[in-house]
């Protein structure tokens, strides 16, 4: 199998963000939000008044992004498809969130190198064969394949949307696969 890049980005995709992001904010105003009641990228819209956009200063404190969750199946998957594919984290996050995002990769993915984390808001501009993220803005102006975990906020966007890692896994194999198999036929002709 050729080495195809696959970029992967970290929050809604590869860990659970929303989740200590929701627990945090519904101790402090009382409230009981949970991902589905998030039903656009603007979190701040479906949160009480009174916090507003002052949500979004959780994702600023030292250690939030130190010790979230991954979803099911991330780990495994990533590691399997680290052997055949270049695997490569692409994360946006505030300036203080970049010692922990990469320690959470350290401890979580060892297999990927230091060099294949890259810190970009415009993912966009790296070039990659296919983006796996949950962003719609993301995924509506990079120019490859795109594949979104599918969640309320994100799920109206005109990308392939899966439900699991494991769904993911089954796609990315099935489609460089079929790829490949073209690409080895061009050869023989
Ligand atoms: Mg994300």
Redesign the pocket.
């Known amino acids: 199998m050729s080495q195809a890049r696959l970029l992967i ?5 590869t860990v659970d ?1 929303m989740k200590k992001w929701l627990n945090l904010y519904n101790k402090d105003y009382n409230d009981s939000l949970t991902v589905n009641d998030i039903k656009d990228w603007d979190t701040h819209k479906w949160v009480k008044k009174e916090c507003g956009k002052k949500i979004y200063h959780y994702l600023s404190r030292p250690g939030f992004f130190r010790d979230l969750e991954p979803y099911p199946h991330a780990i495994d998957v990533l590691r399997r498809l680290s052997k055949d594919f270049d695997v490569v984290i692409v ?2 996050s505030p300036r203080i969130g970049h010692s922990d995002k990469t320690l959470w990769v350290r401890n979580n993915l060892p297999f990927i190198p230091r060099r294949n984390i890259i810190f970009a808001h415009r993912k966009d501009l790296v070039r990659g064969d296919l983006l796996f ?3 719609p803005d ?1 995924l509506d102006a990079f120019p490859g394949i795109t594949v979104a975990l599918r969640h309320e906020y994100n799920k109206h966007i005109n990308s392939h949307l899966v439900d699991s890692w494991l769904e993911f896994e089954d796609f990315v194999l099935t489609l460089f696969t079929k790829k490949q198999k073209s690409l080895d036929k061009l050869e023989k002709i």
């Open positions: 980005d970290l929050d809604g995709t963000m994360t946006a993220d949950d962003s993301n």
